[in-house]
């Protein structure tokens, strides 16, 4: 399986990140990647940056080396109620956004709870993926979920630095791979995100790949393997 995108990667900006976008994308450049997403944290995570930076990514080029940029945002999902910690008038300058289940930013809660509070995330017009789902301190009924992904467009993340030896997050590879089923019982394309802190990290999906080859995932449904149809995907959402 050739990974020729990359939808999840922080710089310095996000606080807990340790490299600039300049050697993000010189590192992406170095190992074939086509297309990455700079998605740094929103307000609500301690340390990183505010809505300012996001309003004024438009002075970045969209290519560096060789490499697309999509200027983005991983936003953290702050209510129950669908609410995302950016307002409308920054989500629509961005190119990819990224809504996503951070203890800091949200209380934990039961899984009907979790689930339909996820599901009005996803409604959300400019949100285009659901970060590291699968975290078990916010569970989720993924037939659900994902049925929600197919209606509204919402692509559902396979977070690679999730699976890694030593995450923080609980039960991820277990509830990802139910959620992988459902996607593919429904013909639900997903991504792959490396969730990269650290330039050597972009484009790294080790984990990730392992675990949809051991479940047989198809990769027709893998759309970090054809930016054009990620790309394609994104748009028709916002003009739906």
């Known amino acids: 399986m050739k990974i020729l995108v990359d939808v999840h990667t922080h710089t310095i900006a996000s606080g807990h990140a340790y490299s600039t976008i300049t050697e993000n994308m010189q590192a992406a450049s170095r190992k074939g990647i086509q297309l990455v997403a700079m998605t740094d944290h929103t307000p609500g995570i301690p340390g990183s940056t505010q809505r300012y930076f996001f309003d004024n990514l438009r002075i970045l080029p969209n290519e560096m080396f060789g490499t697309g940029l999509l200027k983005g945002a991983e936003t953290n999902i702050i209510s129950y109620e669908g609410e995302i910690d950016l307002p409308e008038e920054t989500l629509e300058k961005l190119d990819i956004v990224l809504a996503s289940f951070h203890p ?29 789902p699968g975290d078990k301190r916010f569970p989720l009924d993924f037939e659900k979920v994902v049925l929600a992904s197919k ?6 993340e396979v977070n690679n630095a999730s699976l890694k030896p030593g995450s923080f997050r ?31 990290e972009i484009g790294e999906f080790k984990e990730a790949i392992e675990l949809l080859e051991s479940i047989d995932f198809p990769e027709h449904l893998v759309l970090n393997t054809m930016p054009d149809k990620l790309l394609h995907h994104i748009k028709q959402k916002r003009l739906k």
């Not at 209606?151 to 559902?156: E, K, Q, S, V, Y």
């Not at 039960?171 to 050597?200: F, Q």
């Open 104 to 132: 800091p930013c949200i209380d934990f809660a039961e899984e009907q709870i979790v689930t339909e509070g996820l599901i009005k995330v996803m409604e959300n017009p400019y949100v285009n993926v659901i970060g590291h």
């Open 151 to 156: 209606r509204t467009g919402t692509l559902l």
């Open 170 to 200: 609980p039960g991820v590879r277990e509830s990802l791979i139910e959620m992988l089923g459902y996607c593919k019982a429904h013909e639900v394309p997903i991504v792959l995100g490396s969730d990269a802190h650290y330039h050597e």
